[in-house]
């Protein structure tokens, strides 16, 4: 079957690779019907090293059971799922609790031997995993339910740590789809003011249709004095930060009210950071999110995108097959696409 | 009048000063009847430079009022009061919010002009900041209420920050007199397993006489397998940290159970610390706490104190007159005692 390999930074292509088979007795094997690239693809694509081997691409997809294997009950040949971007049991201690990304026998496609943006995709722990979508459900659907797998949700994982709600200011930081999707979310949530740091117009419009009150285009210093002076000078409640880099961090902890909550859901793309008493300790701030537990959300969110309640497919403003992704890392990577849609 | 200067590291004095003056109509000054040393005191003990002019010292008081500003409005001459370590209005959004150490005509005691360790205090924003004892109060409440001036108050504020309550473990890192508040507020609020971190064997005697369920005396690797064994391998949900140094961050950051909160009420000793997708980000980890808002907490807390709720003195070990406060920093630094009570 065919799948997408990176080799090195800018080096992606689509090879022949075998086919995924059965291994555990809880795996299914679904054919992929809609992947895309995520945001944090690009940062291999930034800075992978060679790989001879190459490494496996995409977490995202929703495609059409084919094989099961003999311990999965929920799930049927023929079933059209969503598969979120980390596979999980449901049943272990964690999972319980809802942080499903840290299940006991979970795991990560991206990075993995398995991964989406190819023809078919090996799904262990399918029970737990997979979510099925309700049979028939229209075409029109699929780009907001494949947000679901990650993007959408992943904004929304920040929204639920961050505690955002009614009355709250939130700012975002960051205008790629986990940001404008955190907009959304918030939004959803009943935040009042919804600010959104980020200066590409097409992306911070579609901010602004999905609840955004304000834009700040300004970043660093001046971001934060902009975000400053829009809060009355007291902050911002809530922070949501989903880019990944330290000069987001940054930001973020030069924005936040004293007492509120810094919610990161940008991969971090460093290890250490300010938290000492002058950037969190001091004005008592909290710092949280991590891994989204998308897999906790998703059963909630299918009817709301299926009732009309939100429509976070509009991040995607490109399709293309799955033979010309290199040219959708290309677009995603400048920033001629907000996201792109696959279909293998 | 005495009060306590620092001049260097280990070096400690009582000498005479100036009597403190009314600056602002919203000041008071009281004659300070009980005070005390904080572990945060120790750490100028051992790293204070060269300070020919002193650095007043103390942050903890117990006082009566005798003089007040022309805008003091809810005190009186002659009425006996918790100061707590920091200073705040009461009136600003901040204080609003609770969060009382951020109050923007706000200031800490410890490193200001004025400090606890005299026989005279200056309070700014005396109306905000000083809360009334019940006229008549027996003295042996005066050491539980001395500790709500911080570090009984600084321990529930740990617990609080971290979301402590029924169901949860909760582990406690630090047998000082904070930590063993912070064991203390834990059974309070319902904890179901508390595990308190110390070596000191007088000292976690009281923690369990406090509420701790385990002690465990092991530090680094070995004291984050034992806390893990202790948790059937899943982690603490919430773990409060009471120490301020780096090896106690990243003991707690190991410790912790996916999902769950760190609360920092240490005063931290470094500014840059792990916070990646090795540390707290991949697990979900929350990191929150900083300088607790005792002033929030305080018309409460009293109640409890008087009532026989919680008796939070009993971290007082011994009591010294002012002239030999530098022993009591002494026997505080050697470990000999947990907390000195000092009378002016």
Redesign the interface.
């Known amino acids: 079957m065919r799948a997408t390999l990176m080799y090195k930074s800018g080096d992606v292509r689509v090879v022949e690779v075998p086919e995924p088979e059965l291994r555990e007795a809880t795996d299914a094997i679904i054919r992929v019907t809609h992947a895309c690239v995520c945001g944090s693809d690009l940062h291999p694509y930034h800075d992978l090293g060679d790989t001879p081997e190459g490494r496996r691409m995409g977490h995202e997809a929703i495609g059409v059971i084919e094989q099961i294997g003999t311990d999965v009950s929920t799930l049927a040949i023929g079933d059209t799922v969503i598969v979120p971007f980390a596979w999980s049991d449901g049943t272990c ?2 999972c319980q ?3 499903t ?2 299940c006991v026998h979970g795991g990560f496609f991206d990075g993995a031997s398995s991964a989406t943006q190819a023809e078919k995709l090996l799904v262990p722990q399918a029970d737990g995993t997979a979510v099925k979508i309700p049979a028939g459900t229209d075409e029109s659907f699929m780009p907001s339910l494949l947000t679901l797998s990650d993007v959408y949700l992943t904004g929304y994982h920040a929204t639920i ?1 961050g505690e955002v709600g009614p009355g709250k200011t939130v700012t975002v930081i960051g205008d790629g789809a986990v940001g404008l999707s955190a907009v959304l979310a918030s939004k959803q949530l009943g935040a009042e003011t919804i600010i959104l740091m980020g200066r590409h117009t097409a992306r911070t419009d579609l901010g602004r249709e999905f609840g955004a009150t304000h834009v700040v285009a300004e970043r660093g210093e001046e971001g934060v004095a902009k975000v400053r002076e829009i809060t009355g000078g ?1 902050g911002s409640h809530v922070v949501l930060e989903a880019v990944g880099h330290m000069p987001a961090y940054e930001q973020a902890y030069g924005i936040i ?3 509120g909550t810094i919610s ?1 859901v940008g ?2 793309q ?22 989204a ?1 998308v897999r906790a959300y998703l059963e909630a969110a299918i009817p709301q995108v299926l009732d009309g309640t939100i429509d976070p497919g509009r991040v995607f403003d490109r399709e293309l097959p799955l033979d010309d992704i290199a040219e959708a890392y290309r677009l995603m990577d400048d920033r001629e696409a907000l996201k792109v849609l696959i279909r293998p």
Chains 1, 2 share one sequence.
């Open positions: 201690a964690f609790d809802g942080v990304t840290s740590r007291e009210r004293p007492g990161r991969v971090p460093y290890e250490d950071a300010p938290v000492g008493f002058g950037s969190l300790f001091g004005k008592n701030v909290t710092l949280t999110g991590g891994p537990t």
